[in-house]
Nanobody, 114 residues
Framework: ARLVESGGGLAQPGGSLRLSCTTSGTDYSINAVGWYRQAPGKQREMVATSTTGGSTNYADSVKGRFIISRDNAKNIVYLQMDDLKPEDTAVYYC?????????WGQGTQVTVSS
């Protein structure tokens, strides 16, 4: 079983991107899940989390700009990122419970630059 992210790319400051995370190789649904990011030379940090009950939590740096959501029917978790800033540049990872395992995706690069 794996988590697979998609949707990264290059955006201009003030622009938007939407990341997606889904499973591969398993019929289990994604349980509690989070988006994390790691910029060059920095530690990996939590961006947003979502429980199966729908409770969400955000890093202060992204509050009001990013939204984590989930489509349980499609088993996809999204991260809508608006008003992007250069400091949002990082590799973004999906991390969540699938079956009895805690999994990390391979990451997707987000670059914010003019």
């Amino acid at each position: 079983a794996r988590l697979v992210e998609s949707g990264g790319g290059l955006a201009q400051p003030g622009g938007s991107l939407r990341l997606s995370c889904t499973t591969s190789g398993t019929d289990y649904s994604i349980n509690a899940v989070g988006w994390y990011r790691q910029a060059p030379g920095k530690q990996r940090e939590m961006v947003a989390t979502s429980t199966t009950g729908g409770s969400t939590n955000y890093a202060d740096s992204v509050k009001g700009r990013f939204i984590i959501s989930r489509d349980n029917a499609k088993n996809i978790v999204y991260l809508q990122m608006d008003d992007l800033k250069p400091e949002d540049t990082a590799v973004y990872y999906c991390h969540g419970g699938v079956g009895g395992d805690l999994l990390w995706g391979q990451g997707t690069q987000v670059t914010v630059s003019s």
